[in-house]
T-cell receptor, first 114, second 114 residues
Framework: KAGVTQTPRYLIKTRGQQVTLSCSPISGHRSVSWYQQTPGQGLQFLFEYFSETQRNKGNFPGRFSGRQFSNSRSEMNVSTLELGDSALYLC?????????????FGPGTRLTVT | AQSVTQPDIHITVSEGASLELRCNYSYGATPYLFWYVQSPGQGLQLLLKYFSGDTLVQGIKGFEAEFKRSQSSFNLRKPSVHWSDAAEYFCAVGLKAAGNKLTFGGGTRVLVKP
């Protein structure tokens, strides 16, 4: 079974631009969560989608948004990029909603904002 | 405030020696507890988890963790470290009411000396 895939793996953008990152969960998984990882703030939860609905959201500004498609693939979008948005963005998928289901992480997308 | 603390930012251990990584949490109720490992350039891999029951939990790669309610701790241990254990380790907590949201500690980077 293929693991969680994230595209692209690396991305360089300029301040003020917007970016879209993609996450394909493990086949059959319906929940996708997104995390931001930075040296200063560590791993922080962005949001979770389950069956195309956002179920939970972290403390990030409205510039960060996401969606989930009917095939469970998810995208996150960051508008009006800031230097501080440079980070590793990880997504995780699980079979179903609920913390008791194991979450499988993808390798991440490394975003650099210049 | 709810928090997860990993007091040690870096730990250096000799190959073959034992390893213990500390994790303390501050939550109103006993949360679901996890340990993840992240190797360079990769996503997170689940080592073990604790939901309830036996307070000594066995995981993959020879790791174990002990939950101590009185100390609000969930420390990770390995009796004999291998060079391949060099990585960053994250303690995480989740709440049943919060879907798949994980709150992570700051991480402990483990270096293994030959």
């Amino acid at each position: 079974k293929a693991g969680v895939t994230q595209t692209p793996r690396y991305l360089i953008k300029t301040r003020g631009q917007q970016v879209t990152l993609s996450c394909s969960p493990i086949s059959g998984h319906r929940s996708v969560s997104w995390y931001q990882q930075t040296p200063g703030q560590g791993l922080q939860f962005l949001f979770e989608y389950f069956s195309e609905t956002q179920r939970n959201k972290g403390n990030f500004p409205g510039r960060f948004s996401g969606r989930q498609f009917s095939n469970s693939r998810s995208e996150m979008n960051v508008s009006t990029l800031e230097l501080g948005d440079s980070a590793l963005y990880l997504c995780a998928s699980s079979l179903d909603g609920g913390i008791s289901y194991e979450q499988y992480f993808g390798p991440g997308t490394r975003l650099t904002v210049t | 405030a709810q928090s997860v603390t990993q007091p040690d930012i870096h730990i250096t251990v000799s190959e073959g020696a034992s390893l213990e990584l500390r994790c303390n949490y501050s939550y109103g109720a006993t949360p679901y507890l996890f340990w993840y490992v992240q190797s360079p350039g990769q996503g997170l891999q689940l080592l073990l988890k604790y939901f309830s029951g036996d307070t000594l939990v066995q995981g993959i790669k020879g790791f174990e963790a002990e939950f101590k309610r009185s100390q609000s701790s969930f420390n990770l241990r390995k009796p004999s470290v291998h060079w391949s254990d060099a990585a960053e380790y994250f303690c995480a907590v989740g709440l049943k009411a919060a879907g798949n949201k994980l709150t992570f500690g700051g991480g402990t980077r483990v270096l293994v000396k030959p």
